[in-house]
């Protein structure tokens, strides 16, 4: 089956950012982070208890319903496109009946 979008965004995250541990509001969905311009090294993610780091080119997919957080300590600015798909495990009822978030 295909997968079916329903949010999208870029994010650019300036040097020195630290986004302070958070969720999601819903575990309806999954997030995508596409690397678009990521410095060598400084910027990464936490979700729960692993830590990644963005690649250019590369897709980086976790549940935002769980715990998260951001450091941007590089040199220079990261921007990624950000697109939210529906959960895998949800039904095809499931994701006409729920509101986009």
Known sequence: S????????????QPGTHVWPHTG???????MHLGLVIPASGCRIRCTDQTREWEEGKVLIFDDSFEHEV???ADSYRLIFIVDVWHPELSQYQRQTLSPI
């Open 2 to 13: 295909a997968i079916s979008t329903y949010g999208e965004a870029f994010s650019v995250m």
């Open 25 to 31: 509001p819903t575990n309806c969905r999954l997030r």
């Open 71 to 73: 450091w941007q300590e």
